[in-house]
Every structure is written in structure tokens, then in C-alpha cells.
């Protein structure tokens, strides 16, 4: 793991963050069961004071999951919230306190495809997407093999400085999304890089291709990645069960990603994302507008 050397923010103006900082971290030593249920309720109170995101989220689900009655949905709706409220503690715990007592049951599979990707010294992009678990599953990953991270630094000063420090305990490395050329290299050195491409992209090259049936603006830089590095391309399922503990799944891309199809590539990537989501459907991030932007101009929301 790499160490995290900047000095962090203290001005004034940065003391209301390090107080929900402060917050945040005391709530993470909380007992794990109190958590659960701490989180199911206030997951109950987002569903209510976030009415936007309810209503992304009722939208996603109704074109994700036409088969699905308006009772089922909702009933999917409300699972969806309590796994977000619970994500908040699995997030906080991932960055600030301790995992031990969420490795009591873990289930780990695939590794033996880590194994074989990473023959000859070759690097690997291990392609997930964005559920409620991708922090303390990433986390818990990191105790069989080195993953380092992409991701979208935080505005607020103070709070970068707290998650990226919280992630070096454990991450190889951390690479903001903007460097390319980082990631690269990461790569080609044989690195271990973490990856979720499956959000609606305000830039970078992207394509439309089918996500639940429905055409879906993604990023093709998972292809672009694995071209440019000579990396290969492990997906990575991560759900939290039923009775409290995790399942963490490595499974490989087809053989010859990447290839010279980059809608091809792009639309494999989406399929093995969607086969996550059908598989654990109330941990997915449904709150993202993931369809705001379709082929002839118009948003689905």
C-alpha cells in the first residue's frame, strides 16, 4: 500500500468539513449490526428527503425492470434506499475504521483468473460498477491482491484529503481520473488498477450501447485502457448477502479483449455490469441518471 504524505487543509474555512469528517469517523467504530440497522433507517429518510433522487431512481427501476408490477418496484425501491443507508456506514468504516468484522464470512472466488491475467507480469483493469458496496468491497479485495483506484477528487478540500488518506491504507495507489497517463504506466509496470466505467460521462469518448434494454451513453475507455497498456480486463462482482456478509467474484473478459471494436468492447462491458446489477438489484447506484442523455437528443427523465 502506498503512503499518504500531504499535509491536510486546516484553515478555518475548512473546520465545519473536519467536523462532519470527525462525525463520520466516530460513527464508523460503531458496532457492525448497530450499523446495519442505524442504516436501513436513515436510508428510510433519504427515500423522503430526497425526492429528485427517489424519482431518478423509481425511473431507472421502471425502465430497467418493465417485468416488475408498480408494487414490486416500489418494494425494490425501498431495498434499493436501505442499501444506500447502509453504504454510508460501509463507506465510513472502509476509510476510517475497521473491516475485521466483515471478513467473517467472506466469500472470495476467481482468484485463480487473477492469477493467470497477471502471468508474465502483465497489469490488470479490474472492471466493476457503482454499487453501494464498491468501497468496503474494494477494501476487502485489497487483502488478496494490490488494487489501486480511479476516481473524482472532492471539491471540499479537507474531505479530499480525508478519503484519499483513509484510501491509502489500503489502495496500491490512487489515480484521479484525469491521469491518463499515471493509470498507464500503472498498467504497463504490471499494476492492478479498479475501475467502474459505467456512469453517463459528461466527456471523454463514449458510445451508445444497450444497458437494460435501453440504449445507454457509456465511456469506451475500458477498451482504450487495455489497448494502450496491453492490460487485461477481470470483472468484478461484489454484493453484500443476505445474512450480513460479502461475496467477491472475479470473472474474465472474453478472450481477445480488447479488441478492435470499441463499441464491441464498450457494449461487453455494460452487458457484465447489467449481469451484476440483475444479480444484486438493490445495491446497484440507481440514483444516477444513467439515461439522461439518449441517441436522439432527449433525456429519459
Known sequence: MAEHREKPPLGPRHWPTWLGIGAMALLARLPWPLQRA???????????????????AARNLELCFPELD??????????????????LFEFARAWWGSVAPLRRGLVVEGLEHMDAARAGGRGVIVVSGHFTTLEVCGRLMCDHVPLAGMYRPHAQPAMEWA????RMRYAAAMFPKQDLRGTVRHL?????????????????ESVYVPFFGQPAHSLTSTHQLARMSGAAVLFFQHARREDGGYTLRLFPASEGYPS???TADTA??????????????????????????????????
Open 38 to 56: 442505524l442504516g436501513c433507517g436513515i436510508g428510510a429518510l433519504l427515500r423522503r428527503a430526497l425526492p429528485s433522487r427517489r424519482r431518478i
Open 70 to 87: 408498480a408494487d414490486a418496484r416500489d418494494a425494490l425501491l425501498r431495498r434499493h434506499f436501505a442499501a444506500i443507508g447502509i453504504g
Open 163 to 166: 478519503v484519499r488518506r483513509g
Open 188 to 204: 504497463k509496470r504490471g499494476g492492478l488498477l479498479w475501475y467502474a466505467p459505467d456512469q453517463d460521462p459528461s466527456r471523454g
Open 260 to 262: 478492435r471494436d470499441a
Open 268 to 301: 461487453e462491458v455494460m452487458a457484465a455490469i447489467e449481469a451484476m446489477a440483475r444479480a444484486a438489484p438493490e445495491q446497484y447506484l440507481w440514483i444516477h441518471r444513467r439515461f439522461k442523455r439518449q441517441p436522439d437528443g432527449s433525456s429519459a427523465y
